[in-house]
């Protein structure tokens, strides 16, 4: 069968709604569903998926990804043959979508000045049904959405919505025009935000993306005009912004979640950044008490 593409215009983003993961024993089937109201991405781990949409019939097998449409008939055409597991995500647009023989560049909803000064591409593409190329990378995300969600709370909320686009990103068809450099800092930056929890150095990004150091470091300067280690601050401070200002934690708690184990250090670093120490910072904009 001929590869199919989704094309989903990005204004408004696509909004992540819930994922899980799921085990199906032999002879068990896909629940037969009509008039779904959310898109379904499919992680396939293990086993064989006999799925169709509208009386086409799909195989998946482990290491590919399968997105079903909302509002369309989804299926089994065949129960499983052994033990079937793999990972979903329910997702959600407003925008414009079509699916295809080729990628189509769609309108945005929202209408966007002819003169901003970086205008990016505004629809996304994604294969419906593609072997994933990394899947050692992908499942570690999916698996921290999951997390994320399940908590509860704002912060979980919003960490979730995040790490669902740095999944598109990575799952979806490049633009031709996008060069070497501009995609390896795209991939650095969206790693740095999935782990800035995380020690991170330039030779350990450098051994994830299989580049030489100093390469992470001048395609981040090139295409953001920023290093790696001052995107990696920027982003972690604005973490602990986030909960400063909605939720009570400790400080000690919010430096070491966002990534500082010692938190006199990550006062430091945030006072220089933003002025004031966090404790000074909670107190002014929310009055929330210590």
């Known amino acids: 069968m001929a590869d199919q593409y989704l094309s989903i215009s990005c204004l408004p983003?696509?909004?992540?709604?819930?994922?899980?993961?799921?085990?199906?024993?032999?002879?068990?089937?896909?629940?037969?569903?009509?008039?779904?109201?959310?898109f379904v991405?499919?992680?396939?781990?293990?086993?064989?998926?006999?799925?169709?949409?509208?009386?086409?019939?799909?195989?998946?097998?482990?290491?590919?990804?399968?997105?079903?449409?909302?509002?369309?008939?989804?299926?089994?055409?065949k129960p499983m043959d052994e033990t079937t597991e793999y990972y979903w995500i329910h997702f959600a647009v407003i925008s414009d979508y079509i699916q295809s023989k080729e990628p189509k560049q769609l309108r945005s909803i929202?209408?966007?000045?002819?003169?901003?000064?970086?205008?990016?591409d505004m629809t996304l593409f994604l294969k419906k049904h593609t072997p994933i190329s990394d899947t050692d990378a992908l499942l570690p995300i999916i698996k921290k959405i999951f997390q994320n969600s399940a908590a509860q709370n704002a912060v979980g909320f919003w960490q979730a919505q995040q790490l669902f686009i740095d999944l598109?990103?990575?799952?979806?068809?490049?633009?031709?025009?996008?060069?070497?450099?501009?995609?390896?800092a795209s991939r650095v930056q969206r790693y740095l935000r999935d782990h800035y929890d995380e020690k991170i150095t330039n030779e350990d990004l450098g051994k994830i993306f299989?580049?030489?150091?100093?390469?992470?470091?001048?395609?981040?300067?090139?295409?953001?005009?920023?290093?790696?280690?001052?995107?990696?601050?920027?982003?972690?401070?604005e973490e602990a912004v986030k909960r400063l200002l909605i939720t009570s934690?400790?400080?000690?708690?919010?430096?070491?979640?966002?990534?500082?184990?010692?938190?006199?250090?990550?006062?430091?670093s945030f006072k220089k950044y933003y002025g004031v120490s966090p404790l000074t910072y909670r107190k002014h904009y929310n009055n929330i008490e210590k």
Do not use: C
């Not at 929202?110 to 990016?120: A, D, F, G, K, R």
């Not at 919010?254 to 250090?265: E, F, L």
């Open 13 to 38: 983003l696509p909004t992540y709604v819930q994922s899980g993961h799921v085990i199906f024993n032999p002879g068990e089937r896909h629940p037969n569903r009509n008039n779904f109201q959310f």
């Open 210 to 237: 299989h580049v030489h150091p100093n390469s992470v470091a001048v395609s981040m300067k090139k295409t953001f005009g920023i290093t790696p280690n001052q995107f990696l601050t920027k982003y972690r401070l």
């Open 168 to 184: 598109l990103q990575q799952v979806q068809v490049q633009s031709p025009a996008k060069t070497s450099t501009s995609i390896l």
């Open 110 to 120: 929202i209408q966007v000045p002819s003169l901003h000064y970086y205008t990016p």
């Open 249 to 268: 934690e400790q400080i000690t708690k919010i430096a070491a979640d966002v990534g500082y184990q010692n938190v006199y250090y990550f006062s430091m």
């Open 41 to 77: 991405m499919i992680f396939m781990v293990r086993g064989k998926l006999y799925i169709a949409e509208d009386d086409v019939k799909y195989t998946v097998v482990p290491g590919e990804m399968f997105i079903l449409q909302p509002k369309h008939h989804h299926y089994s055409w």
